[in-house]
């Protein structure tokens, strides 16, 4: 479902997103990154099942295998074989299905993994798919809410600069969440504490979980915006190399000097929100990734890019002060939630 209608719709969506004369590129990407989907879905739930298991290990075998094999891949299909963008994104779902069929071999075939897979005496049970689906549909809109912020801001990029605006937050964006890796896979590891401590009724566990991943993360965060802000000029050297794309060196240097101080406000959301899901409130999770990503962060964009005429940095410093007082609610609520837990009034 997802292949047919993201194929059919490709270029408008990127229009939408403020692609403009790229759209077409980035169809041609998106086209063939989607025929891949179920390799993607299938993907990510194998790796959910492993975590949560306890095999970490093995999922990040997986996930390396993928990554190793795309960065063979790459130079191959672009410039060997001449398929240009599209054969980078082939070159990405040829290495998530081979993946994918390593984890499908540990399941079904060699079964050395808590969970296997197979039909033989499967039978629906309305409830398990009910638990799934209280926290992934609310996990499923944070995506959603994600990504129509990421258009809303794209627009008001546009409207205070120009496309080229929108290539500078494309790229930094891309920097910035690969920082935010680390914090990703603690936030992964978050969940999986904390729903087993909630299942043992171990709630104390879950309150130190969560003061343990915010210290640590905190530490990550700070020692991440000091390389951001001074890595900046040659991170965006990296990207403005062509004649093309070197006018926008400058622009980038300022974007990550201001998305520097980002990342402190990262840990405080990001594992509010992982809490929240560990422990099945995923409205509650979804509630704080709508009011930071959406709520705060467009009024924040709007109320200093537009209004007070800050025009591009305006943007910037919307985003940050958007994720942080978003993030700040975030703590404080999972806060008063888990205090409440070890309390013994919550559950």
Known sequence: ????????????????????????????????????????????????????????????????????????????????????????AAATVLSIAVSSAVMLRWMVIKKDTFVSLHLRGFSRDGAVAREILR????????????????????????????TDGVAVCSVGMRVVNI????????????ISVSGA????????KIEAAHLYSVKA???????????????????????????ASASLGPEIVSFLHVMAFFYPAIPLGIFAAAVFQGVGRGRSALA???????????????????????GLP??????????????????IWVRSYVGKLVKGVGF
């Open 314 to 331: 305006g943007v910037w410093w919307g985003m940050v002060a958007g994720n942080l007082l978003g993030d700040a609610v975030g703590y």
């Open 1 to 88: 479902v997802f292949t047919l209608a993201l194929t059919i719709s490709s270029e408008r969506l990127f229009v939408l997103l403020g692609a403009g004369s790229a759209a077409t590129l980035a169809a041609d990407y998106s086209k063939v990154i989607f025929s891949g989907t179920v390799f993607i879905l299938f993907a990510n739930v194998a790796y959910a099942i492993l975590r949560g298991e306890g095999d970490a290990k093995r999922a990040m075998y997986a996930m390396v295998v993928a990554s190793l094999l795309n960065i063979l891949l790459d130079p191959i299909f672009i410039y060997i074989l001449d398929w240009g963008i599209r054969g980078a």
């Open 197 to 204: 401590a909630f299942g043992a009724r171990a709630f104390q």
């Open 288 to 310: 704080i990734s709508v009011l930071r990503t959406v709520v705060l962060n467009l009024l924040l964009v709007t109320l200093f890019a537009v209004l007070l005429g800050w």
């Open 217 to 243: 993360g905190l530490l990550v965060a700070l020692l991440l915006s000091g390389a951001t802000y001074f890595f900046a000029p040659a991170i965006a050297a990296v990207f403005s190399r062509s004649e």
């Open 179 to 190: 920082g935010m890796t680390p914090l990703i896979a603690m936030s992964t590891a978050v």
């Open 135 to 162: 926290v992934g549909v609310p996990a499923s809109f944070e995506f959603v809410s994600i990504a129509l912020m990421g258009i809303a801001i794209n627009f008001i990029i546009v409207a205070v600069s120009s």
